[in-house]
């Protein structure tokens, strides 16, 4: 097929997607995640856009970000240019950054190549299957019968292993039994609770179904295609790479893996993974508070400066954020282990919202 073809098409999809996604977004707030473990609140703010900064004093707010917490680096990308790039402490280009659960966002993807290149027959595929030497000792029909997009979800039902049970689960010997063996507290498909557990179990359904390691598989279909660089990556005690969490990437490729998401998939000419599971995987399912709805696959959902975010969020500020609107990524490490990030990232994101975000959207009506 002509290449003018394909633009045309490609075209008509990332308007038709995101254009749905927009639709949907009405009632979103901050991220389920977001609110659980930073305390950030909606701030509410949807500043006049022309009352948005131009582009040298929006960069002297990245250069100096850093003054507002443990900032790492901020890099962001508009109309497929990075416009601003900020390292800070002992970040550079070159190192990879544990982006911690952003991992999970990461994986998503993963899950839906997996289902298009035929390793996994989709959503609905229940995972008793993958587990038959578990489930021949201890049969549970109800475990059995949960599917991949309970775990993508995070509506498994089973218990949590995430927050104050992720040490017990980390330090025990079969990370795949012990989230098995972990009872139903919650209704499969119906009742969220965020937990590693089931990102895990992703990987090691990933891995089994199609015969390579997750790292193998997301290098050859994903990392590989892009030209992005993996750094470190755990692994569990029985050798499956940990699903949903301490991945290390470098900053610039933390913005490709937005534009690509933001492009419907496809990068430089490539369609990575497809533009309906694009739509599908951060089309909100789900939410931790009543009423609130802004959670897809192993995506989040948000409002800034009155446009749809789409993000994928890490413990301690590790941050995939992508404005579809006004063409935009921007991504955001912190150091590990610094104190007092909960308070720093709620400035972060109301600077988002009252000044980088409406100084993008200005930038880009001018272009």
Do not use: C
């Not at 790039?85 to 970040?91: A, D, L």
């Not at 295609?225 to 699903?243: A, K, T």
């Not at 989040?300 to 590790?318: C, H, I, P, T």
């Amino acid at each position: 097929m002509k290449l003018w073809i394909l633009s045309v098409i490609a075209g008509i999809l990332l308007g038709i997607g995101w254009a749905f996604l927009r639709d949907t977004s009405a009632d979103l707030n901050t991220s389920t995640e977001a609110v659980k473990n930073d305390d950030l609140e909606n701030t509410g703010i949807s500043p006049a856009m022309e009352s948005a900064v131009d582009e040298d004093s929006l960069l002297s707010v990245t250069a100096t970000l850093d003054q507002i917490g443990p900032i790492s680096s901020i890099l962001i990308s508009q109309d497929g240019e990075i416009v601003a790039e900020e390292y800070f402490g002992r970040m550079n280009a070159n190192r990879t950054h544990n982006i911690k659960s952003a991992s999970k966002s990461v994986l998503s993807i993963l899950i839906g190549i997996a289902i298009e290149e035929g390793y996994l027959q989709g959503v609905d595929q229940q995972i008793g299957e993958f587990f038959p030497d578990y489930f021949e000792s201890k049969p549970d029909s109800a475990k059995m019968a949960i599917t991949i997009g309970d775990l993508l979800t995070m509506r498994s039902g089973l218990e949590s292993t995430s927050r104050g049970s992720y040490g017990r689960w980390v330090i025990s010997d079969n990370w795949i039994e012990y989230k098995l063996d972990r009872p139903l507290t919650g209704r499969p498909g119906l009742d969220r609770d965020y937990s590693t557990g089931n990102t895990h179990l992703l990987s090691v359904i990933l891995t089994r179904a199609s015969g390579m390691s997750t790292r193998s598989f997301a290098n050859r279909y994903l990392f590989d295609p892009m030209d992005i660089q993996l750094g470190g990556w755990d692994r569990d005690p029985q050798g499956y790479y940990l699903g949903g969490n301490n991945m290390a990437l470098r900053p610039r490729d933390m913005v490709k893996i937005g534009e690509m998401m933001m492009n419907m998939g496809d990068y430089n000419g490539q369609q990575i993974v497809s533009p309906e599971w694009i739509v599908e995987s951060v089309t909100p399912v789900t939410g931790r508070r009543p009423g609130v709805i802004n959670y897809g696959y192993l995506w989040f959902r948000r409002e800034s400066a009155g446009l749809d975010m789409v993000y994928a969020y890490g413990n301690g500020g590790q941050y995939i954020l992508i404005i579809p609107e006004i063409e935009s990524v921007i991504t955001v490490t912190t150091r590990i282990g610094a104190s007092g990030t909960r308070s720093y990232r709620r400035e972060l994101f109301r600077l988002f919202d009252s000044t980088i975000v409406p100084g993008l959207y200005q930038l880009h009506e001018v272009t």
